[in-house]
């Protein structure tokens, strides 16, 4: 439906104003919240298949999904953004959950998992990752694992030391945002993710990185983490360049 409305959207501008064929989109910047952003597909199979159209290529895209090696859906100029969070939100569930509040949850994730992943046309759902995790620590205490949907999710991860971040069809998530805007200390489980705005973030000091290889050792890594810079990780969260390059209204 997307690229219906963007070529209809585009005829409409085109026919309309003299910008557009002034420079055939090259002065035009377009917004691009899908999985795997302008391809405007969940399934990166299709998506890389279909590619960019034609009528967007000389644009700039905005796009929350973003790779460090070579992909059909990042074959345009492109800015990789942050998910947009509702700041009225963040801001109800740091009313009831503060940043000084006591953190009960050691390890969570809410989110698909599956326990007998389905092959679809060779590929696996988040190339099995999540089924590791619920396979290996639905059983441990320290993780607080749940795989339905629950309206109060977010005051789930203002109180968890530690959000997982796995990759699901896409690698990127809007948990990643919601982590870092409650002060739980994002878990990037997503080989080859190119996060928002390097320049301005430091990521290394904010988050943790797991190779998707690594993820039956997260105990132990998460472990080893809380014991030497966890105190460190969880101040910057708070920086205000942080939260002001990361969150769409950055008073929360």
């Not at 959207?9 to 002065?27: C, E, K, M, T, Y």
């Amino acid at each position: 439906h997307a690229r219906s409305l963007l070529s209809s959207a585009v005829n409409l501008i085109s026919s309309n104003h003299p910008f557009w064929n002034r420079s055939r989109g090259s002065d035009h910047v377009f917004v691009a919240s899908h999985d795997y952003g302008a391809c405007f597909h969940a399934m990166e199979e299709r998506a890389a298949e279909d590619g960019i159209p034609e009528f967007l290529k000389r644009s700039i895209i905005l796009q929350t999904f973003g790779v460090k090696f070579d992909h059909p859906c990042q074959d345009v100029e492109n800015v990789v953004i942050p998910p947009f969070i509702t700041p009225e939100s963040v801001q109800t569930t740091l009313e009831k959950y503060p940043l000084t509040g006591r953190r009960d949850i050691w390890v969570f994730f809410r989110g698909k998992m599956e326990v007998h992943p389905k092959n679809i046309s060779g590929r696996y759902y988040s190339k099995k990752v999540r089924t590791v995790i619920w396979r290996k620590y639905s059983g441990d205490p320290r993780f607080y694992l749940r795989r339905h949907r629950f309206a109060g999710y977010q005051s789930e991860i203002a109180r968890s030391v530690f959000c997982l971040c796995p990759l699901g069809w896409a690698p990127w998530s809007p948990r990643l945002v919601e982590s870092i805007a409650l002060g739980c200390v994002p878990v990037i489980i997503a080989d080859g993710i190119r996060l928002p705005f390097p320049a301005a973030v430091r990521w290394s000091d904010i988050s943790l990185t797991v190779a998707e290889k690594d993820v039956a050792d997260l105990r132990t890594l998460l472990d080893h983490v809380a014991a030497s810079n966890l105190s460190a990780i969880q101040k910057n969260l708070w920086a205000p360049d942080v939260r002001r390059a990361l969150l769409f209204n950055d008073r929360v």
